[in-house]
């Protein structure tokens, strides 16, 4: 199982941690779109961005 996580809203103006978290996600530009597996790190990590990103769940 995989996570497609895409980014919706820029990080500009939130927490530098925020801006890390999208940065480690592997995204740079609204609209792209990156598949990474689906575990705990991963999950935790959208969390806390989950205000900027949208998830959707991949095979």
Excluded at 3 to 12: A, D, F, G, T
Excluded at 47 to 57: A, N, R
Aim: net charge positive.
């Amino acid at each position: 199982m995989n996570l497609k996580i895409k980014l919706v809203k820029s990080p500009i103006g939130y927490a530098q941690n925020q801006k890390d978290t999208v940065k480690a996600l592997g995204l740079r530009k609204i609209g792209q779109e990156v598949v990474r597996p689906d575990n705990a790190p991963i999950r935790g990590m959208v969390f806390k961005v989950k205000h900027l990103v949208s998830v959707e769940e991949t095979k």
